[in-house]
């Protein structure tokens, strides 16, 4: 079986189980994150969302329980990614990372006040 994740404008994350040969859904979970989910990554068994509200959530599929980091922005998170033992995300005109292993926020990169970042790719080891 597989895990399918999916975010909603509600703020809403839904975790369905669906079969590996067929999308019948054999079991389903809903969270709600508390502001609009505009993005998602699966990394190392956590589901990550960045949100409307510029914050940065969390889900530990072992535990169940969502961690969510302060605002790093006041814009909407777009985009996220993982590079060098962080998640990476794209908020308003700002890089911002998260450390993998102590949580730590910090600004990794700001561009013109004119231009909103949308995404960001990592590549290579």
Do not use: R
Not at 4 to 17: D, P, Q, T, V
Not at 32 to 38: A, E, F, L, T, Y
């Amino acid at each position: 079986e597989q895990w399918l994740w999916l975010g909603s404008e509600g703020g809403i994350l839904y975790l369905l189980k669906v079969g590996v040969s067929s999308l019948d859904v054999a079991s389903s979970l809903s969270i709600d994150m508390g502001s609009s989910i505009k993005c998602l990554l699966s990394h190392d068994n956590h589901v990550w969302a960045g949100l409307d509200n510029g914050q940065i959530a969390k889900f530990n599929l072992d535990s169940g329980i969502t961690t969510t980091f302060s605002q790093p922005s006041s814009c909407s998170v777009t985009c996220l990614t993982v590079a060098s033992h962080m998640i990476v995300a794209t908020t308003g005109n700002k890089v911002v990372g998260v450390s993998l292993s102590s949580g730590e926020k910090k600004e990794l990169l700001e561009v013109s006040s004119h231009h909103n970042l949308v995404g960001v790719v990592a590549e290579g080891d």
